[in-house]
């Protein structure tokens, strides 16, 4: 009876999981282990709760109870995961693989190896871990992770060989934003500039994008349209002190010393520690001491 009643806790708990009420989760998910201490699931279910609460240390010794009681792959897979957000990438990595010798198909624990490899700079394995991905689902998060990587590497044309592959679908502005970085590290600034704008289109008050659309315009030496850009990123976010600093590098390179100062002027008075508006600033004080 004890372990019906733990079950029905454990289930109920996972239902307040899932809908953020966390105090509601673990008072649940405490009751179903007084009744049931080797229930394995909610033994996982509260190394999940610690995890969500950024508890890594407290999650893996939930994770490992669970694992000793049965070692299912996906127990392994999110105690993986506590070591790797605790920066413990050699256990992180091995407990995945233990997840895979289990069940070679266990798509979380090729994704979770796949991220890893991508965070420590095992690119060469993130490369292969993620092409496997694709291979098997052909599912576009896969292949913006694969040309992600790419990017990393600098191998433009192969991120862009890959972006390309992804089938045209509303909501693709994560893949024309990548296209239009790849497209501008080539120098082909035309085809950048359009590949920012199909980006911009779905979400025109994204500012990394809008910004990324300006330099593109200042590369080409189209000074008004970068500036019209970077005005609209101020107009949307008034206190960017970095969008400030970045007009003041436009007009000091124009010639525009009074725009420059000022510029350089508001982003300090934001931000006094900003290291690129204190270089820019000392750079415009020695040009004026040298007339």
């Known amino acids: 009876m004890d372990k019906e009643k733990a079950i029905e806790l454990n289930n109920k708990g996972a239902r307040y999981f ?31 709760f610690h995890q969500q609460q950024k508890s890594y240390k407290t999650a893996l010794e939930f994770f490992d ?24 990438y050699p256990q992180a990595r091995q407990r995945y693989l233990q997840a895979l010798q289990q069940d070679r198909q266990h798509q979380s624990a090729r994704v979770s190896l796949a991220q890893l490899a991508t965070h420590t700079g ?9 092409k496997k991905l694709v291979a098997a689902n052909n599912d576009a998060s896969y292949m913006i992770q694969l040309a992600k990587v790419y990017m990393k590497i ?7 060989q890959q972006l390309h592959s992804i089938p045209a679908a509303a909501g693709d502005k994560l893949a024309w934003f990548l296209i239009g970085k790849c497209e501008f590290q080539l120098k082909n600034h035309g085809l950048a500039g359009k590949a920012f704008k199909m980006a911009l289109a ?7 994008i809008r910004q990324h659309l300006a330099i593109n315009y200042l590369a080409m ?14 107009r949307l976010e008034p206190q960017n002190y970095q969008v400030m600093t970045e007009l003041a590098v436009v007009y000091l390179g124009r010639g525009d010393r009074k725009k420059a100062a000022d510029w350089l002027k508001n982003a300090l008075q934001l931000n006094p520690d900003f290291s690129k508006a204190l270089h820019y600033k000392s750079i415009l004080e020695q040009s004026q001491g040298g007339e």
């Open 18 to 48: 899932l809908n953020e009420a966390f105090d509601n989760a673990l008072e649940c998910y405490q009751q179903a282990l007084d009744l049931d201490p080797t229930n394995s699931s909610v033994l996982n279910n509260l190394g999940l």
């Open 65 to 88: 109870k669970a694992i000793a009681v049965d070692s299912k792959p996906t127990y392994l897979v999110n105690s993986g995961n506590a070591l790797a957000m605790m920066g413990i």
């Open 122 to 130: 095992d690119y060469d394995e993130a490369v292969a871990m993620w």
């Open 154 to 160: 600098k191998d433009w044309e192969k991120a862009l």
């Open 202 to 208: 779905e979400d025109p008050d994204h500012i990394e």
């Open 221 to 234: 030496g189209e000074w008004e349209e970068g500036i019209r850009h970077l005005s609209t990123i101020l």
